[in-house]
Antibody, heavy 117, light 111 residues
């Protein structure tokens, strides 16, 4: 059974850094794309970027390039999404997703990030 | 890279059929047979209902069907049920940026 298990909810202050995680199991983690999807409160879904664990190559949606960092540790089947300086506008639910040709095959349970203004 | 265009809302009565459209360009929907549809209840994780334009994952009722013509994909729900009331999103591979793109979402109301 494919599972993507994400780290827990976070409440951070503006300017703080944050790294959230997503551990995959039940499939070949290294040879499957995995990515992050943002859903701001009351809004739609947005792809942020995807990574190929085998070679750590990353593709970012242009609007997220330079705003976040996607990385992976394939030795523990875990992908990460990282911010160096959070803003109130980063408040959102973040889903990790096993990606296939632009779509999502499997979803993580979501990590709520709250950055009060 | 713009989101795919979906109607903000659609509605139908129980037993009826509704169709939700998803319009893109030749660089995404029109260029590839990689359109997916997702159902999301408030506060819940999205669920894959259709992938590769018209394929259904196991467990998804055959009341849900997908199709594509040119740059527009469609999700049709037949025999509408109260439990189908949810938000629906489409996605497509977008070759120009080599990453997927979602539609803005459609709220389905069952009257």
């Amino acid at each position: 059974e494919v599972q993507l298990v994400q780290s827990g909810a976070e409440v951070k202050k503006p300017g703080e850094s944050l790294k959230i995680s997503c551990q995959g199991s039940g499939y070949s983690f290294s040879t499957s794309y995995i990515g992050w999807v943002r859903q701001m409160p009351g809004k739609g879904l947005e792809w942020m970027g995807v990574i190929f664990p085998a070679d750590s190559s990353v593709r970012y949606r242009p609007s997220f390039q330079g705003q976040v960092t996607i990385s992976v540790d394939k030795s523990i089947n875990t992908a990460y999404l990282q911010w160096s300086s959070l803003k109130a506008s980063d408040t959102a639910m973040y889903y990790c997703a096993k990606e296939a040709w632009g779509g999502v095959e499997y979803w993580g349970q979501g990590t709520l990030v709250t950055v009060p203004s | 890279q713009s989101a795919l265009t979906q109607p903000r809302s659609v509605s139908g009565s129980p037993g009826q059929s509704v169709t939700i459209s998803c319009t893109g360009t030749s660089s995404d929907v029109g260029g590839y047979n990689y359109v997916s549809w997702y159902q999301q209840y408030p506060g819940k994780v999205p669920k894959v209902m259709i992938y590769d334009v018209s394929r259904r994952p196991s467990g998804v009722p055959d009341r849900f069907s997908g199709s594509k013509s040119g740059n527009t994909a469609s999700l049709t729900i037949s025999g509408l049920q109260a439990e189908d009331e949810a938000d629906y999103y489409c996605s497509s591979y977008a070759g120009h940026y080599n990453i997927g793109v979602f539609g803005g979402g459609t709220k389905l109301t069952v009257l």
